[in-house]
């Protein structure tokens, strides 16, 4: 079955600083991740997929996810950090093929300070 | 584009009685949709996947004649909690895939179900 894990609860970062938010997963076949941001009372809002090719994956607000099929991560990133990019992210898969429901990890919560 | 609405964005509601949550793609057509529930500070769980014409695909353990699902459109799905209990206070997400798209799922804003 597929599985996400989100080993971090919260990441702490300062602002300007780089982040990274961890993710693993388990599938069987070719993974098809994801990672969304949810804010407070908020939906989900799409930042970036993994589906094939490049392994470095950019996405929206300059996010960026590194897909390493060997040690099965796909870990989000950002250069610099931003106060408003504080809120919960989520890493998900494809439970089966592109565009099956999604399996979603626990969620991190990223709090970056002034 | 690819934005997807839910309608009530909360409600409140009396034990016993039941609530409808709708679920739209304003701007593409959605073959399928998929309906999650958020309890807080917590993840996403998938309770059914709602195809346009069939019925929906019940994940296990949700009840099916509690939670009823209707895809009648290719931009509208509902989600109808049946005799409500306090239990089922919740946050209800929808998404929406594109067909356009592979693999995205674009999701709805949310609706807060509180039952008293």
């Known amino acids: 079955a597929q599985s996400v894990a989100q080993p971090e609860d919260q990441v702490n970062v300062a602002e300007g600083n780089p982040l990274t938010v961890k993710c693993t997963y388990s599938v069987s076949g070719n993974p098809y991740l994801f990672w969304y941001v949810q804010y407070p009372n908020r939906g989900l809002q799409f930042l970036l997929k993994y589906i094939t090719g490049d392994n470095l994956v950019k996405g929206s607000y300059g996010f960026e996810a590194e897909f390493n099929k060997s040690q099965t991560s796909f870990h989000l990133k950002k250069p610099s950090a931003l106060v408003s990019d504080s809120a919960l992210y989520f890493c998900a898969v494809s439970r089966g093929q592109a565009g099956t429901a999604l399996i979603f990890g626990k969620g991190t919560t990223l709090s970056v300070s002034s | 584009g690819a934005v997807v609405s839910q309608h009530p964005s909360w409600v409140i509601c009396k034990s016993g009685t039941s609530v409808k949550i709708e679920c739209r793609s304003l701007?593409?057509?959605?073959?399928?949709m998929f309906w999650y529930r958020q309890f807080p500070k917590q993840s996403l769980m998938l309770m059914a996947t709602s195809n346009e014409g069939s019925k929906a695909t019940y994940e296990q353990g949700v009840e099916k004649d509690k939670f009823l699902i209707n895809h009648a459109s290719l931009t509208l799905s509902t989600l109808t909690v049946t005799s409500a209990h306090p239990e089922d206070s919740s946050f209800y997400i929808c998404?929406?895939?594109?067909?356009?798209?592979?693999?995205?799922?674009?999701f709805g804003p949310g609706t807060r179900l509180t039952v008293t």
């Open positions: 998404s929406a895939r594109s067909p356009d798209r592979l693999g995205e799922q674009y």
């Open positions: 701007d593409f057509q959605a073959t399928t």
